[in-house]
T-cell receptor, first 110, second 112 residues
């Protein structure tokens, strides 16, 4: 059974650019959540999508956006990147209350 | 956003020792989850709890859903080097619209 797949695994971007990260959930999982994790920090919730609709949203600026497709795959976009956006971005999928995480995308902004 | 109070923040222990950590909340939760994260990887679900008072084991790990529904505990018996990592608690309460609320993590370090 395939797990949650995040691409790319690593990414280096320049300040001011925009970036799109992808997440393919476990088959049958309709909920996809995104988190930001900076070194030594916990998981900061970005947003959650369920059946192509944003169901929950964290306290991040509007530069962070996401969407979910009909096959439950999800993307998140960060526009006008800042140095502070450097982090591990994790997505997690769920069919109920237990969430399965991908390995994350390590974004470095230079 | 709302966070759970997870303690301790970090632990230095000897191999073979037992470990205990806990999470508390001011809200009543209907689900508690415990995750472990290795460096550079996503968290992995260890134990899920769905009923007040529930005690569940996964190998050397045991977790309990507090009877007040406002806390949960994770115990690791006879720690080994591969137990090193960050342990997170997470929960859902009735008003969270399925959103998980997370603790800040407990970093487990084994002394050589």
């Amino acid at each position: 059974k395939a797990g949650v797949t995040q691409t790319p695994r690593y990414l280096i971007k320049t300040r001011g650019q925009q970036v799109t990260l992808s997440c393919s959930p476990i088959s049958g999982h309709r909920s996809v959540s995104w988190y930001q994790q900076t070194p030594g920090q916990g998981l900061q919730f970005l947003f959650e999508y369920f059946s192509e609709t944003q169901r929950n949203k964290g306290n991040f600026p509007g530069r962070f956006s996401g969407r979910q497709f009909s096959n439950s795959r999800s993307e998140m976009n960060v526009s006008t990147l800042e140095l502070g956006d450097s982090a591990l971005y994790l997505c997690a999928s769920s069919r109920g209350s237990g969430y399965t995480f991908g390995s994350g995308t390590r974004l470095t902004v230079v | 956003g709302q966070q759970l109070n997870q303690s301790p923040q970090s632990m230095f222990i000897q191999e073979g020792e037992d470990v205990s950590m806990n999470c508390t909340s001011s809200s009543i939760f209907n689900t508690w989850l415990w995750y472990k994260q290795d460096p550079g990887e996503g968290p992995v679900l260890l134990i899920a709890l769905y009923k007040a008072g529930e005690l569940t084991s996964n190998g050397r790990l045991t977790a309990q859903f507090g009877i007040t529904r406002k806390d949960s505990f994770l115990n690791i018996s006879a720690s080994i080097p591969s137990d090193v990592g960050i342990y997170f608690c997470a929960g859902q309460h009735m008003d969270s619209n399925y959103q998980l609320i997370w603790g800040a993590g407990t970093k487990l370090i084994i002394k050589p």
